[in-house]
């Protein structure tokens, strides 16, 4: 039977304002020892599938450094330390990237963005009745444009590889799964 596996020793390699990398030794569920296993502590993020009172999918294009692309992704962001309430960050990271307001708000899911090596978890969220009401309120490292598609439109964006943003994928599909646009019956 598998066992859990328990924290030895812990080191703060590195501390910055996004997230923490831990040096661990660990004692796997076997009783070998594993050193040097290296853990990124994250603060929570929030993602939104907004669709507009029209049926429009509103996304965000944004270049994305690390990679060197464009991408095109679902509103989201960071749950600041100060934030307790997923569901309130999304409705904020969906009126700063957007410049949208929404009649309805359910959470359709929450996903580990990386379990192996990520501590963090993504709360994905479902907006209904969304209208863009105001300019956006973009953080001074974000540029994004505002895109607004068909579901359909939508799902052929996923298949011909144009949103390569796997969370927001997984996102996706669920909301998707919310509006009885996918079905796995």
Not at 22 to 41: A, I
Not at 136 to 163: A, G, S, Y
Request: a negative charge; glycine letters at 4%; hydrophobic letters at 40%.
């Amino acid at each position: 039977m598998l066992k859990p596996w328990q924290t030895i020793d812990e080191t703060v390699v590195y501390d910055a304002k996004w997230f923490k990398l831990w040096r661990d030794t660990v004692l796997k569920g076997n009783g070998q020892p594993m050193p040097n296993y290296y853990v990124f502590e994250f603060t929570n993020w929030v993602t939104v599938l907004p669709v507009t009172k029209e049926g429009k999918v509103i996304l965000v294009k944004q270049y994305r450094y690390a990679l060197g692309t464009w991408s095109i992704e679902l509103p989201g962001g960071v749950m600041e330390k100060d934030e307790s309430s997923p569901q309130l960050t999304a409705i904020r990271e969906l009126r700063e990237e957007t410049g949208s307001i929404c009649e309805h708000i359910k959470q359709v899911a929450v996903i580990a963005p990386n379990p192996a090596t990520h501590t963090n978890r993504m709360f994905c969220f479902l907006a209904t009745g969304c209208e863009i009401v105001h300019n956006q309120e973009l953080d001074e490292n974000e540029e994004i444009e505002i895109l607004q598609v068909t579901i359909k439109e939508l799902k052929q964006l996923i298949t011909d590889n144009k949103i390569i943003q796997s969370l927001h994928i997984s996102a996706i599909l669920y909301g998707l799964i919310a509006l009885d646009e996918v079905s796995f019956k």
